[in-house]
């Protein structure tokens, strides 16, 4: 099956600056890639989402950017707020329908 | 809040003892499944339905795990004889399907086998 990984594990950045967040995945069959927030106590919370036809998307200050070729998709977080504070998981699906393989998380802290 | 709702939000069992849990969908998705999710890890995918066809099972959902969705609608995840191993968080998600990826996530059963 599919293999995600994610990294940092962690990420600390000052409010107002940028946070990356990058993953990798094994399977060149894989099209849809999103990306989910995860708070305490609560389920993932879907943020943004790719499609392999598409290099790159954007929704206000959220990105994301897919490389097909590298496989390897990556978060970009501008402009950071305290409120971003969470772990945020990429996932990989190799058809529609199908189960989501996650990555491991990424716990990001903005420190205001 | 995205609609899909979960019960119990926690549930601490004894080891050996039998527990239910329940998803209700987002309403007219067509598709719900069930994932686990264990600490400082991503979800692990465990089934899936389409309506009330069961279409998918992972390797992780051992002969003690069983899910049913007899309408299409609501579905239950039962574990018999939990085991310590079993203590995770049980997160449902539904999507629309008919052409959609998206799936969206309830707020999950947090399992605690003592």
């Known amino acids: 099956g599919e293999n995600v990984e994610q990294h940092p594990s962690t990420l600390s950045v000052q409010e107002g600056d940028s946070a990356v967040i990058k993953c990798t995945y094994s399977d060149s069959a894989s099209n849809y890639f999103p990306w989910y927030k995860q708070e305490l106590g609560k389920g993932p919370q879907l943020i943004i989402d790719?499609?392999?036809?598409?290099g790159e998307k954007k929704d206000q200050r959220i990105a994301v950017t897919l490389n097909k070729t590298a496989k390897h998709f990556s978060l970009h977080i501008t402009e950071t707020q305290p409120e971003d504070s969470a772990v945020y998981f990429c996932a990989a699906s190799m058809r529609r329908g199908n189960q989501f393989y996650f990555g491991t998380g990424t716990s990001l802290t903005v420190i205001p | 809040d995205t609609g899909v709702s979960q019960d119990p939000r926690h549930k601490i069992t004894k080891r050996g003892q039998n527990v239910t849990f329940r998803c209700d969908p987002i309403s007219e998705h067509n598709r719900l499944y069930w994932y686990r999710q264990t600490l400082g890890q991503g979800p692990e995918f465990l089934t899936y339905?389409?309506?009330?066809?069961?279409?998918?099972k992972s390797r992780l959902l051992s002969d003690r795990f069983s899910a049913e969705r007899p309408k299409g609608s609501f579905s239950t995840l039962e574990i018999q004889r939990t085991e310590q191993g079993d203590s995770a968080m049980y997160l449902c998600?539904?999507?629309?399907?008919?052409?959609?990826?998206?799936?969206?996530f309830g707020p999950g059963t947090r399992l605690t086998v003592l």
């Open positions: 339905f389409q309506n009330e066809a069961q279409l998918e």
């Open positions: 998600a539904s999507s629309p399907g008919e052409g959609s990826d998206t799936q969206y």
């Open positions: 790719i499609r392999s036809n598409v």
